[in-house]
C-alpha cells in the first residue's frame, strides 16, 4: 500500500491550488496555512493524518477549539478551511470520502461592524491636519505626520483594505488623478475615485518626500512606493499603519480600541449608504466579489429607509 503523502505535504499543495486556481493572496493563504498547521498538530496528539482522518476526529478538533476559548466565528473559519481541505483532496483522489461534508458549524448571528460616526472621522482627520502643519516639528516627524494624514484621508475616501493602502504604487498620486486603479483580493484590479482632499495630501506629502530626498538623498524617498519603508515588503505595513492609527485616535479623544483601517473601511460604506449610495456601487467600490459580503451594511439602509418614511410619509405621525 502506497504511503500518504505527510499533512505539510497535502497543505502545501492545497495552498498552491488555492494561489493558482483561485488567485488567493497572501494574507489568505498565511490564515489558511495556520489554521490547517493547527488542524494537524491537533490529529498528530491523537494518531491521525489528513488522509485517514474521520468525521468524528473532526468533531473532536472542533471540540477542542471550543475548550481552548475560541469565539463562534473563529470556529466558523477553521470548519470552512477544512471543508475547503478535504473537497481537495477528495477532487485529487487523495481520500475517497469527505469527512467535513456533513459537520455543521456553529450557530452565529453576523455581527455588525464597528463604524465611527463622521463627527468621530472629522476629529480624527483635523487633528492629524493638525499635527502635519505644527511648526515646531522637526522636518522627520512633520513627513511622519503627512504620511499619516494622507493614508488617512485616502482611506476615508476610497474604502480600500489597508493591505491595498499601504501597497500603493507612488504612481497613483499623479497630478490630478481622479481614479486610481487598485490590485485587490485575487488580484484583481478596480477603478477607485479619489475626491479633492485625498488628491491634495497625496501631492503635500509627495512634495516632502521629495524634499526629504533632495536634503538627505533618502533613499527610502526614490522608492516606487508611495508609503516606502526600509521593511522588507519595501512598504509601510498594515501593522504600522494601525498603530499610528490607534495613537491618533487618543490624540483625537477617541478610544483607540475603537479605531483601525478596517474600522475607517466600514465608516466609508456605511457613511456612503447612509447618504443615498447605491449597495451595489459600494460593493464595487469595496471589491466585494459576493454582495451578501456587502450586505453586512444594509442595517444602514434599513435605517435610513425608516427616518424616510417617517419624515415624508403623508400619513407619518408628526
Known amino acids: 500500500m502506497p504511503t500518504q503523502p505527510s499533512d505539510a505535504k497535502l497543505t502545501g499543495l492545497f495552498l498552491d491550488m488555492l494561489a493558482a486556481e483561485q488567485g488567493a493572496g497572501s494574507n489568505t493563504l498565511d490564515a489558511y496555512r495556520r489554521d490547517l498547521t ?25 471540540a477542542d477549539l471550543d475548550t481552548r ?14 471543508r475547503h481541505l478535504y473537497r ?9 470520502d469527505d469527512p467535513a461534508a456533513i459537520l455543521s458549524g456553529p450557530k452565529r448571528g453576523r455581527g455588525l461592524p464597528k463604524v465611527l460616526s463622521i463627527a468621530d472621522v472629522d476629529r480624527m482627520l483635523r487633528r492629524a491636519k493638525e499635527l502635519s502643519e ?21 482611506l476615508y475616501a476610497t474604502g480600500l483594505r489597508v493591505s ?9 498620486a499623479k497630478r490630478d488623478a481622479r481614479m486610481i486603479v487598485v490590485r485587490g483580493k485575487g488580484n484583481k484590479e478596480r477603478l477607485v475615485p479619489l475626491n479633492q482632499a485625498s488628491r491634495q495630501a497625496m501631492a503635500d506629502y509627495l512634495a516632502a518626500t521629495d524634499a526629504a530626498k533632495t ?5 527610502v524617498a526614490a522608492s516606487k512606493w508611495l508609503f516606502p519603508s526600509f521593511g522588507e515588503s519595501g512598504h509601510l505595513t498594515r501593522q504600522h499603519f494601525a498603530r499610528d492609527l490607534k495613537e491618533l485616535a487618543i490624540a ?11 474600522v475607517l473601511r466600514h465608516a466609508f460604506a456605511s457613511h ?47
Not at 139 to 145: C, Q, V
Not at 164 to 172: K, N, W, Y
Not at 215 to 219: D, G, P, Q, R
Not at 252 to 262: D, E, M, N, T
Open 164 to 172: 491595498e493602502l499601504v501597497a500603493l504604487p507612488r504612481s497613483a
Open 88 to 96: 481537495f483532496l477528495l477532487n485529487e483522489r487523495i481520500r475517497a
Open 69 to 82: 476559548g475560541f469565539k463562534s466565528t473563529s470556529v466558523a473559519r477553521r470548519l470552512s478551511a477544512l
Open 252 to 262: 483625537s479623544g477617541l478610544q483607540a480600541r475603537l479605531v483601525s483601517p478596517h
Open 215 to 219: 536634503e538627505k538623498k533618502n533613499s
Open 272 to 318: 456612503l449608504l447612509h447618504n443615498g449610495a447605491d449597495l451595489r456601487i459600494v460593493q464595487t467600490l469595496l471589491g466585494h466579489t459576493d454582495i451578501s459580503t456587502t450586505q453586512i451594511y444594509t442595517h444602514v439602509v434599513e435605517e435610513r429607509l425608516k427616518s424616510l418614511v417617517r419624515d415624508l410619509h403623508p400619513l407619518a405621525e408628526k
Open 38 to 62: 493547527d488542524f494537524s498538530e491537533f490529529l498528530d496528539r491523537v494518531g491521525h493524518t489528513f488522509a485517514d482522518a474521520e468525521t468524528q476526529v473532526l468533531r473532536d478538533y472542533l
Open 134 to 154: 505644527a511648526e515646531d516639528a522637526s522636518p522627520s516627524k512633520r513627513l511622519r505626520a503627512l504620511r499619516l494624514y494622507c493614508l488617512l484621508e485616502v
